[in-house]
Structure formats: C-alpha cells, structure tokens
C-alpha cells in the first residue's frame, strides 16, 4: 500500500495544468494573479451556490484550515431565486478580491425569457473568455478509456450564450449566435500560449463550418491565422460531430482543445464522463483581470444535496486550482496529492465513481493525508 501511495504521489507529483519543460520557451503566466496582504495572505471571493456547493465550500474551508492555506474567504450567498441585486454584489466582491471559488447556480429554464442565468451575467460581467477545465485519468478510478489528458478551453462569453432571441411572429424564434474576429482571436492565441506554457504539441480546434459557414469559418480561420504564429505546435480542426465521436473511441489523440461557446459545453460534459464524472474535473473561468474556478461541468447535483455522498474531488481540485492561481503552489500540491492519494483508498469511492463511501468520509481521509505530507501541527 505504501507503495502504491508513493508511486501514486509521483505521478501526480506536478500540478494539475503544470507545464512540461520546453526548451527555450519563457515561462508567462495567462492572467496575472493579484499580489498577497499584509501578513501574506490573500482574500478570495466564495459563491457556495446552489445544489451540494454550500456543503461542499464548507469542506473546502476545512481542508483549508488544517492545511493552514493563508487565504481568507468573502463568502457572497447567490441562489437560482436570488434577486439580480446579489449577483451584482457577488461582481463586485469579484472585482474587489479578484480571485473567487464559485459553486453552481442553478438555472431554471421554466422562468420567463427576461431572466438571465447568474452564471452568464458573471462571466460576461467579468469578461471571463476563457473557461478552461483539464480532463485527465485519475488513478484507481474505473473507466473505460485511460491515459486521457486532454486540455479543453472554450470560449466562454459569446455564441449561442449571447442572449439574444426574439419571436420574430408568432411560432417562429430566431436565436442568434455571435461569432467575432477580435474574440475569436484572443481564444485562439488563448489556447495557443496555454499550450506552448504547458509543453503540449497539438491544437485541434473545434467547429461546425461546413454548416455555418460565416460563423464557424471565422472562428476556424482566426485559428489557422494564430497557428502561424507557433510553428511549434501542430494545428489540426475537426468539425464537433465527428469530434464527439472521436471523443468516446479514441479520447487519447487529443492533447488541447479550442471551440465556441456551446460546443465547449457539450465536450467538457463528455470528457468529464470519460474520466468518471462531473465530481472529478475542476475548472476555471480567466479573464484579463479576474479568475474564478469551479466544478467543470456546472452542475449543482441538486438531486443528492445534503445526503452525503457527493463528490468533494471537483471542488477540492479546483481550490487547488485556485492556489497555484494565486502562487500557493506548495499548499496547492499538498492538498492535490492528498485528495489523490485518497482515491487509492475505495473505500473513500462515493456512488458516483462506483463506491458506496460518504463525502463526510472522502474528506476525513484527504485530511489524514494532509496531516500526513505535512507533520500537520496547529497552525500559528
């Protein structure tokens, strides 16, 4: 067992988006994180959420905690039902702190056309244009593919998520779907600069231009013109039908991937299933000022909130995600091979990756291993 613990701690050893070392290459950091307190800590904006976020933000405090991680949370309450007011108030927490860890919030698809999902207003409030989640075979997890590690970026503020339909007469809608050059272009370099900082070797960009042949030909032509600008890195485009199927059959040929808004959506889905679920894959959200990560598949699990058994792994990895964001990156590692090395142990597995254990007792044995890397002792 120990071995197997050590073997498994080497393999993750990195950080989850860590760069392979290329040579020659300057290291750049994507979205600047903004710089520590008196005293060295940093103050982070939480948004519990709907559905299991409030109990799992709550894990997330304690894990914190114990690992005596110098980050302070200005926790914002935004729910589905909310008023607009909150979502504004969580923005400007945002803006304040820079840096938020966020839970789902629920949209409701039966309230009428004038409401907005909170989750949009945010991101597009924030110009959070780049969501980009990493999806990557997690040890002792049983899934049919393995040594997937796929880099996912989708463009996170226009396309079909524009918001902007009407009924032209009545029984006809039309929805449209914005497509720009300049925000094309920034999510294609987006990928390429992540690429080249994380020593990967291939682009495949995302699209349907045989169909939308304006949209998603602009889309596909702003990405050939920025592969030129990294010879060293191969370019290939795949339209999104045959890429879903590509996905499930051979999910290893792809390395980063770039695409619109609504195809970003579906492939992170899929991805997260091929790797064991939504409860395994974190997630963030950059802009050129701001950062706010989450789960990657934005769902609120609403159906098993306050049951114990959800899935802390998501959240915890993106709070991780969240501290090498904000340079932390011992507290980050430490806190990632703990919440791996307790994936070894199945009797940690929750329903979701085929186990019967609690989040209560997932979380138990994360804090074990942190005690364990760190001759844990009360913090000062």
């Known amino acids: 067992m120990a071995a197997a613990l050590m073997a498994t701690r080497q393999l993750w050893r990195t950080a989850l988006l860590a760069p392979r070392p290329v040579p020659g290459a300057k290291r750049r950091t994507l979205t600047s994180p903004p710089p520590a307190k008196y005293g060295g800590r940093h103050t982070v904006t939480m948004i519990p959420g709907d559905g299991i976020g409030p ?3 709550l894990h997330v405090k304690e894990v914190f905690r114990q690992a005596c991680v110098p980050v302070d949370f200005e926790e ?4 589905s039902a909310a008023a607009e007011d909150d979502i504004q108030n969580a923005i400007m927490a945002i803006r304040r702190n820079r840096v938020a860890l966020k839970g ?3 949209t409701n698809h039966n309230l009428p056309p004038t409401h907005k999902s909170r989750n949009n207003i945010l991101r597009t409030s924030l110009d959070l244009y780049a969501n980009v989640i990493h999806c990557r075979s997690l040890p002792r997890v049983l899934t049919r593919h393995r040594d997937i590690d ?7 503020t226009e396309g079909e998520y524009s918001s902007l339909e009407h009924e032209s007469v009545s029984g006809v809608v039309e929805c449209l779907k914005i497509i720009t050059k300049a925000r094309s272009l920034r999510i294609a370099d987006y990928a390429f600069r992540l690429a080249r900082e994380a020593g990967r070797g291939q682009v495949t960009a995302v699209h349907k231009a045989n169909i939308m042949k304006l949209g998603d030909g602009l889309f596909l032509q702003c990405c050939r013109e920025v592969a030129g600008g990294y010879p060293e890195i191969r370019f290939n485009s795949m339209i999104v039908d045959n890429t879903s199927m590509q996905l499930v059959s051979r999910p290893q040929q792809f390395d980063v991937m770039v695409m619109p808004n609504l195809y970003g959506n579906i492939v992170n889905n899929v991805c997260a299933g091929l790797v064991g679920g939504p409860g395994l894959v974190p997630g963030a959200n950059y802009g050129r000022d701001f950062a706010v990560f989450e789960t990657a598949t934005r769902n609120t699990g609403k159906s098993i909130a306050h049951k114990n058994v959800a899935n802390p792994t998501a959240t915890l990895l993106a709070a991780c995600m969240m501290l090498d964001h904000l340079r932390l990156h011992s507290f980050a590692t430490t806190i990632r091979q703990a ?3 307790s994936l070894d142990d ?3 597995h929750t329903p979701d990756i085929g186990g019967q254990g609690t989040t209560s007792g997932a979380v138990q044995s994360i804090l ?4 364990t890397a760190s001759g844990w002792s009360q913090c000062s």
Do not use: G, K, Y
Request: net charge negative; hydrophobic share 55%; aromatic share 0%.
């Open 55 to 57: 109990e799992l933000m």
């Open 76 to 79: 914002v309450l935004v729910s």
């Open 104 to 106: 789902n919030i629920e």
């Open 150 to 156: 796929i880099l996912i970026v989708r463009e996170n």
């Open 339 to 341: 919440v791996l090395a």
């Open 346 to 348: 199945e009797a940690t």
């Open 368 to 371: 074990h291993h942190v005690r």
